[in-house]
């Protein structure tokens, strides 16, 4: 993932800077030690094994032995997705099947705060010509797809605009111009949302009832599924769970609260609390700290402790409020391994003290960083059960 990542960074957004990535490049991506934990490419590729697993003798039909029949179209565009999925330093845009698979997919690289909106939509559209093109439709075709999912970080979903952070997409109406363009209906997601979408429909938290999905990057956010149904809420925000306080007493927020998880255990606070108690690199990031305390680094390891046990503190919360059976942790900071994960552990067990909630629960993320486009997707393909409460 470090050698995509580095082809990718400094591009400026152009097509010519675009790559295709074909399906059995992002599965070895994925299997590499992705920050979000990687993914297991055969359950996000091979379908259903639960459902090849139930498959018995008196199941068996000969006509199967004969093979697929190739005069089946390959691919039913009314069953696949569009998904675009808007980070800062990358767009991806990605043709999603009914089984979560990714059919085709391609990456705009770092789209620069002063790239004006309509030359980065009309680079948008050039990936989505690529990408339908690898998957043997043509573009005027587009139509016939169920729809388009649009995940965007730092967005509010009650907003007619996709917000793109620090760059003039903040107002482009990006939902309202894909639907103009091909004909589609359009979904929004925060990243967290499509996170928990995409795991609890094909990654760790499939099967599942309730499930609480946090994403661990810079800031924290969370998405919730509640009796097997995406929790909109009344404003569409519901599972904001990187503000929800751990300590009265703690730092100030960006939301204006004081001591929220965030403010806590987020990236930029981890890195923050290093650098103040006696990190060794005034300059490290989450990621380096995190490195830091694998080496056994004291002030990362104190740090992580003080993060992973606010998470823990938090997560517990929710299970006891919620009645949760899975909380699944993805993002950035989801692939620090024990150092992280211990002291989460540790903070749960403490503060999950009723019966029902005491088992440990939390587990990472599946899917990786794929796992916001195979939600992108679910929201199309599944909108009954996994609803933004918008589309245009
Ligand atoms: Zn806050």
Redesign the pocket.
Known sequence: MAIMREELSGGSGGAEHAQVVSAAVLAAAARGEDESGGVDPLLLRAGDPEATARMTAADFDPEDALGPDVSEPVLDPAHCALTISVEPGRIDVSLVARRGELVSAQRIPAVGADMQPERAFDTLTESVTAVLHAAGIEPEDADTLAGIGVVAAGTDVAAPATAYRGSGWRSFPLRERLSDRYGLSVTLQSPAAAMTAGEHWRGAGRGRRNMLGVVLGHGIDGALVIDGRMMVGTTGNAGHI??V?VDPYGPP??????G????VAGGAAIAEWARTHGGSDPAADARAVTEAARRGDPVALATLRRAGEAIGQAVAGAVTLLDLDVVVLGGPLAGAGSVLFDPIADGYARFAALNYASPARVVPALLGREGAQVGAAAAVLEAHAYPTGLSA
């Open positions: 990187g503000h306080c927020c960006a939301c204006g609260g004081r929220c998880l965030q403010a």
